[in-house]
Structures are given as structure tokens and as C-alpha cells.
């Protein structure tokens, strides 16, 4: 696993990938992630440094296929049988237009250049800011980094374990160089899950920055 610091050298081939730094993931929301909200300064000082930034949001409609309150019977957390593959249910989150689903309101990136939505398809759920969880449907975020010329990715945010790990290994498969910087990540760790996406990235080739 390689390491090192966030340089402060940024040109047009670099792009920090904010993803879900959210309410509803933060301590308070309905999927909060422990200390979700301390990577706020963190994110901001990275963004800062950043000619260009993408954000992502979880914007799931109403009885989303991947919330437990959608099976009855079933409780948050546990595993189920999707058409796509296993797929873990979740207690209901990001839901769109709610307080729940809002950027974190310390969240300070007013020159980021792309919103990208995800898990808006109510049957399909969605970590990967690239990929849906059927791992066939593209958001079309690999081809608006390609256009832009971009070539370097750095990640940071919410959860380092699901959203962020996704997006990390996708990010490799579509040949992208990617960093995360992993002091501007908090994991949910369920089960061991935060020490296994660590080692997926960097078996990956993902390099993990401070």
C-alpha cells in the first residue's frame, strides 16, 4: 500500500470526487456514518486545492428497492437476493427533496463543476459514482472525466467501505489514476468491511494518501 501527502500541485489532468458527503450520513441522519461530519474541514482544505471537483449525491425516490421499510419482514442490514446480485438493505436514506438528503451544510466547494445523482432508479441501487449495482449501468461519469481530459482522480468522503470503495475500483477498471485520501474518509464498517475495501484498493492500485 503506497502513502504519502496531498500535494498541492493541481493542473487541468487532476479532479477531486467528493462523494456523499451528506446529511442522512452524518451523525443525526438516518445512515450515519460515526463521525461522518468530522471529514468536513478535511474535504474542504483538499477542495481548495482543486482546480476542478466533481460532487456526488445519493438521491434515492421513495421506497427505493435497497430500503428495508420496501420488504416486509426484513430489518436494515441484512442481505437479500437482488436481480442484479446480494444486496444489502438500508434503513431509508438520502430520500430526494429531504432535509436527510442535503450536502452537509458545512460543506464549502462552491466552484465544484459537475453534481452527479445516483441511486435515483428506484429497482437498482447505486455505491459507485461510475456504475449502478447491476455493474452495467453507467452514470456517464467516465465519459464526462475522458471528455474533460481528465486524468488523475483523488476521492474523498462518505462511506470509505461502500460509496467510496465502488467508486475507487471502477475508477482503476476505467484506467484511471485514483487516490483516496483516506484522512478525509470515515467507513461504516459492518462486519470487518473497512479493513477488506482497504485492502480491494490497494490490491487495486488505488494509492492511500493522508
Known amino acids: 500500500m503506497k502513502s504519502g501527502r496531498i500535494e498541492r500541485s493541481r493542473d487541468d489532468r487532476e479532479v477531486l470526487i467528493i462523494i456523499d ?39 434515492h425516490p421513495p421506497g427505493h428497492a435497497s430500503f428495508a421499510s420496501a420488504h416486509a419482514g426484513r430489518q436494515p442490514f441484512e442481505t437479500i437476493e437482488a436481480p442484479y446480485g446480494p444486496q ?38 447505486s455505491y459507485s459514482a461510475f456504475r449502478e449495482n447491476d455493474r452495467r449501468t453507467p452514470t456517464g461519469l467516465t465519459s464526462y472525466l475522458r471528455e474533460r481530459g481528465f ?12 460509496c467510496v470503495l465502488f467508486s475507487a475500483l471502477d475508477a482503476r477498471e476505467a484506467g484511471f489514476t485514483v487516490d483516496l485520501a483516506v484522512d478525509a474518509c470515515r467507513g461504516i464498517d459492518l462486519d470487518g468491511s473497512l479493513a477488506r475495501a482497504m485492502h480491494a484498493m490497494a490490491e487495486a492500485g488505488v494509492t492511500i494518501r493522508g
Open 21 to 59: 458527503v451528506q446529511n442522512d450520513f452524518c451523525p443525526g441522519g438516518a445512515l450515519a456514518v460515526a463521525d461522518g461530519d468530522a471529514i468536513v474541514p478535511a474535504v474542504n482544505r483538499l477542495a481548495a486545492v482543486f482546480a476542478h471537483v466533481v460532487l456526488t449525491q445519493d438521491w
Open 88 to 125: 444489502t438493505l438500508w434503513p431509508d436514506h438520502c430520500v430526494q427533496g429531504t432535509r436527510g438528503a442535503d450536502f452537509h451544510p458545512a460543506l464549502m466547494v462552491p466552484h465544484a463543476e459537475l453534481l452527479l445523482r445516483k441511486g435515483f432508479r428506484p429497482r437498482i441501487d
Open 151 to 162: 486524468e488523475h482522480l483523488t476521492l474523498c468522503g462518505l462511506a470509505t467501505d461502500y
